[in-house]
């Protein structure tokens, strides 16, 4: 009989073999140093002195691994096992040595190293990390489970992610979004996932709350939220294996049955439209299958250890038996257990399986762990870009950045249109991203109402306000090989902090892991940010993400601040580029000054920082006495505005206007590779010279950036100081000292604050007439809510920039309500 076509007792008894030996397998992980396949009693020395994993959600995970192989062996499907109960970290390990993958990556690895290797020093994590074969979801930070399960789907037809759910992660707010995931997936053009919830019903001291609701509302639960529930219940044959081997083996047919006829009924009525037919209607949502799987936690594992009950328990959570290497009776105990699985007949003298299991393993790319589906970079290809010069905006004009950058999304999304995609939580046209809509849609396979704009069945924009969700389904779209960007409200990426710290962690670890291929970048546009929610009020001014990015390995984050819509168009591009890293991208949506043409702005972009010297003044005066540093758009127009204003009425003072994209470029080349070397940073903000930096975030962060560079003591930094409330615009940065009038006031009181004392005091007054204007008419005055540089050479109106006074005769004290 040929490998995976076993009659079914046969089958059966194959996938039982599998499960008895990835158990045994993950019993050795957590306890044994040596001994690997009990060739005689175990001795003290034999065990971990530190017994560190979890035993209590594996059985259930390798019994849903075993049957997915039996299927894979049998029809040749596509999987990809994601596993949600991250602590099920040594089953997923023990299923990719079964499957011989382990051995291919980790070469002269044998058994007693894969066990000892195991949650010890210099060893593997306890998790399904980066370093487990065919793992895209860790699993310590539950909830994401579900998400990276859809994002792996989408644009790949031929694929079915069997995606085991921890009932305990179940209860998490990104896991109890992820449900809704299915109205995002179309049966034509992306695969399927099956969700299996793994109803052991504990966490590490708790019960669960799905566990403990009746079986009528846990089905009703599940078919409310769309899905078909198919329920195996072990306690239903008395937790016999085998006979729940029969369930499981009937309910991942009948569900992998449903998923065909959902996808063959939603194909063929594709192929009819297509080629002008009557295609009829389908199912716009459709009810997807799922699985509740019931099974003790810790099954097959000790029943009772020192007179208490812990198979089924929240005592089989973690180390079933504590005191193994001091305690003779845990030492037997243990014995006792792993003999139970009868490795004599499972595995040769090296450890390598045997018997009848061999029939059920896959081969090559068809193994989950070896699936290059869960190593991404082995599928990814560039991006074929649009170029930038169509979409490039004249310099010395206003423009929107993220209205600029639109146009040449929807071009990418043309011109890649199964390889890139744009998540954002009902943000793409308030972000100004909506010529998107132009080539494509919002996906959408729910009922549709007169006045719905933008909905099919196909669209390329995936929008839901859930940004884990959203997050999540990007990380598995991008982890799984192919590229996106997610675009949010700045204040509400703080929702997805954890998430991102995460995933930079995930990063970090895939770069020492010589066998994971490089992936794209995860890409996070940033809008409507601090500096213009004056109308939404202080709930939605926060620029702390930055703060969070920032902290984590700066040699795989990128935090880019471009000051105008030529330089977000080539930063953007850039980032759509590389691999391996997260770049976070800050860009309003109004309308600002354009201070760079495209080709100055790709340069300066490339180059992450660089002096403008038509923007100040130290070419004319011959020296710099102070730097005006900025960094953000917002943020620059006001460093320009200062410096306008120093240029007309202190003109003896020469001031060096320096512009920063790339944030960390200022951070310590000690520590990182990216951050620029001291002497280039030196020549930039003359160490010796104070220097005022507009910053678009929090000060601080530009301070922790920096406190190891030369002339940080001269560095003072205005950004948000957490005073914001619903205002005008003009008064939001006034409230935050990061206005024109204090920028220059900053700078000509650390040049000579005696020599300019009259200057000094119009500045404070021009401050008091803004704030008078904006509070009795309820708007900024003309000359600041409408400002235009006008200070560029006459002979090079296209190269410079903007920057200016606010255009009401600052020898009057530049009172604009004069």
Not at 99 to 122: A, C, H, I, K, M
Not at 291 to 300: F, H, S
Not at 411 to 434: C, H, Q, V, Y
Not at 651 to 658: I, S, W
Request: hydrophobic share 40%; aromatic share 8%; net charge negative.
């Amino acid at each position: 009989m040929a490998p995976g076509h076993l009659p079914t007792t046969d089958r059966l008894r194959a996938v039982d073999a599998w499960w008895r030996a990835a158990n045994y397998l993950t019993v050795g992980q957590i306890y044994l140093l040596d001994n690997p396949l009990l060739t005689r009693p175990i001795e003290p020395d034999d065990v971990k002195p530190r017994l560190l994993g979890h035993w209590g959600t594996s059985p259930a995970l390798n019994l849903v691994y075993a049957h997915c192989n039996a299927l894979i062996a049998e029809t040749g499907r596509e999987f990809l096992y994601v596993c949600g109960p991250g602590h099920g970290g040594p089953a997923m390990n023990a299923n990719a040595w079964l499957e011989g993958t382990w051995n291919e990556l980790y070469q002269d690895v044998d058994l007693q190293q894969f066990f000892r290797q195991f949650s010890f020093p210099g060893g593997i994590p306890s998790h399904a990390a980066p370093e487990t074969p065919g793992s895209i979801n860790e699993g310590g930070e539950l909830g994401y489970s579900l998400s990276h399960a859809y994002g792996a789907a989408l644009d790949n037809p031929d694929l079915v992610v069997a995606c085991v759910v921890g009932d305990g992660e179940a209860e998490t707010g990104p896991l109890s979004g992820s449900w809704q995931a299915h109205t995002f997936l179309d049966p034509v053009s992306d695969g399927a996932v099956l969700p299996i919830l793994n109803l052991n019903g504990w966490k590490i001291a708790n019960p669960t709350v799905l566990a403990r609701i009746p079986d009528e509302d846990l089905t009703a639960y599940f078919r409310g939220l769309g899905y078909d529930p198919i329920v195996v219940d072990s306690r239903r044959v008395d937790d016999d294996p085998y006979a729940v081997h029969a369930l499981f083996d009937g309910a991942l047919r009948r569900a992998l049955a449903a998923i065909d006829d959902i996808q063959a009924a939603a194909r063929a009525q594709a192929e009819r439209a297509a080629a002008g037919q009557p295609a009829g209607a389908a199912a716009l949502r459709p009810r997807w299958p799922m699985i509740v799987l019931r099974t003790p936690k810790g099954w097959t594992g000790p029943k009772e250890v020192d007179g208490e009950q812990v198979e089924g328990t929240f005592r089989a959570h973690q180390v079933p038996l504590p005191a193994v290497r001091e305690d003779e009776g845990h030492r037997a105990q243990l014995e006792e257990w792993m003999r139970s699985y009868r490795p004599e007949e499972l595995f040769d003298a090296d450890g390598h399986p045997v018997g009848i299991m061999t029939g059920i393993r896959p081969s090559g790319d068809a193994r989950m762990s070896a699936t290059p589906h869960g190593n991404g970079g082995r599928l990814r290809t560039a991006l074929d870009r649009p170029p930038l010069e169509p979409y490039g905006v004249e310099a010395g004009s206003t423009a929107s950045a993220t209205g600029t950058l639109g146009p040449w999304l929807a071009a990418l999304i043309e011109r890649n249109a199964s390889t890139f995609r744009l998540f954002g939580p009902d943000e793409t046209i308030s972000n100004k991203l909506d010529a998107v809509f132009d080539v494509t849609s919002r996906v959408w396979r729910a009922r549709r109402a007169a006045g719905d704009e933008h909905l099919s069945a196909r669209g390329r924009v995936t929008e839901v306000l859930s940004e884990h969700l959203l997050e999540g389904m990007l990380e598995g779209y991008v982890l799984t090989g192919r590229h996106g960007i997610l675009n949010t409200y700045e204040a509400f990426a703080h929702i997805i902090d954890s998430m991102v710290g995460q995933y930079a962690k995930w990063l970090e670890s895939s770069t020492d892991i010589d066998w994971r291929v490089p992936v794209s970048n995860l890409s996070i546009l940033l809008s409507s940010h601090v500096w213009r929610q004056d109308h939404n009020g202080f709930s939605h001014q926060d620029p702390g993400f930055l703060d969070v990015v920032a902290s984590k390995q700066q040699d795989l984050v990128r935090i880019k601040l471009p000051a105008d819509a030529n330089t977000l168009l080539a930063v953007a591009a850039h980032a759509m580029e590389t691999t391996d890293r997260i770049e976070v991208i800050v860009a309003g949506k109004h309308p600002e000054p354009v201070f760079l043409s495209l080709d100055d702005a790709v340069a300066h972009a490339a180059a992450g920082l660089g002096v403008w010297d038509w923007a100040g003044t130290e070419q004319e005066v011959g020296r710099a006495d102070v730097v005006l540093a900025c960094a953000g758009d917002v943020p620059t127009v006001e460093a320009i505005a200062a410096a306008d204003i120093i240029r007309r009425h202190a003109p003896g003072v020469g001031v060096r206007v320096l512009n920063v994209v790339d944030l960390l470029a200022l951070g310590d080349p000690r520590k990182h590779e990216h951050p620029i070397p001291d002497e280039q940073y030196d020549a930039l903000f003359l160490p010796g010279t104070p220097t005022v930096f507009a910053f678009h975030g929090y000060p601080t962060l530009v301070h922790q950036l920096t406190y190891r560079r030369n002339g940080h003591d001269d560095l003072h930094v205005h950004g948000f100081l957490e005073q914001g409330t619903t205002t005008s615009p003009f008064d939001m940065l006034m409230r935050n000292e990061m206005d024109r009038f204090a920028l220059a006031h900053d700078a000509l009181t650390r040049v000579d604050a005696e020599a300019h004392a009259d200057l000094l005091a119009k500045l404070t007054e021009a401050r008091d007439a803004a704030r008078t204007h904006a509070y009795t008419k309820g708007e900024d005055h003309p000359a600041l809510a409408g400002w235009e540089f006008a200070g560029w050479p006459q002979d090079e109106p296209a190269t410079g920039g903007t920057g200016g006074d606010p255009g009401a005769g600052e020898t009057e004290a530049a009172a604009p309500g004069n």
